[in-house]
């Protein structure tokens, strides 16, 4: 089931991850191994979850590596269906 406009899934982390730790960024990101640039773009939208964030997001904050997938899945899908117009437009063209 898609939701309607689902965040951007770094607005939960750092909502319900980072936020209620007291965590700056730059600890986050050392504590899960990552770059501080990777987890900035993470929290501002510009950059989504890959799988391999997934475990490290489980790991670290709990949930399953396939909720974090989950919710990034349902956010790009949710992206791509803007333009289902010009999408069904272009497929139409095969039929």
Not at 15 to 32: D, M, Q, R, Y
Not at 56 to 68: H, I, K, V
Request: with cysteine; glycine share 10%; aromatic share 8%.
């Amino acid at each position: 089931m898609v939701m309607y406009n689902p965040p951007h899934p770094g607005e939960a982390v750092r909502e319900f991850c980072i936020e209620p730790l007291g965590l700056s960024v730059t600890e986050a990101a050392k504590g899960l191994g990552v770059s501080r640039s990777s987890l900035s773009e993470l929290l501002n939208g510009r950059r989504g979850i890959s799988p391999e964030m997934a475990i490290r997001l489980s790991t670290a904050f709990g949930g399953s590596a396939e909720s974090w997938i989950t919710q990034q899945a349902q956010y790009d899908l949710w992206q791509a269906m803007r333009g289902a117009d010009r999408i069904k437009r272009q497929v139409r063209a095969f039929a």
